[in-house]
């Protein structure tokens, strides 16, 4: 399938995720920008990572679901 799919994405995030709640951590920090210098979040400028997809508030309500902090960098 396509790596870049938003099911493939929401599944590889539900993975590290679970992985991170195994290690007992309790923060993830979140790149913004994608391989190819696309955007993980909403924008009007900028293309996204994945199409018709907001990748950061997916990963900051799975974090806040399991009780994890997130913290961003650009």
Do not use: F, H, W
């Amino acid at each position: 399938g396509d790596s870049n799919s938003a099911s493939s994405v929401k599944s590889e995030i539900d993975a590290l995720l679970k992985q991170a709640k195994e290690y007992t951590l309790n923060t993830v920090i979140v790149g913004l920008t994608y391989n190819d210098n696309s955007v993980i979040y909403q924008s009007d400028s900028l293309p996204q990572a994945v199409a018709g997809m907001d990748v950061l508030e997916y990963i900051v309500e799975q974090c806040r679901d399991q009780g994890l902090y997130v913290y961003t960098i650009y």
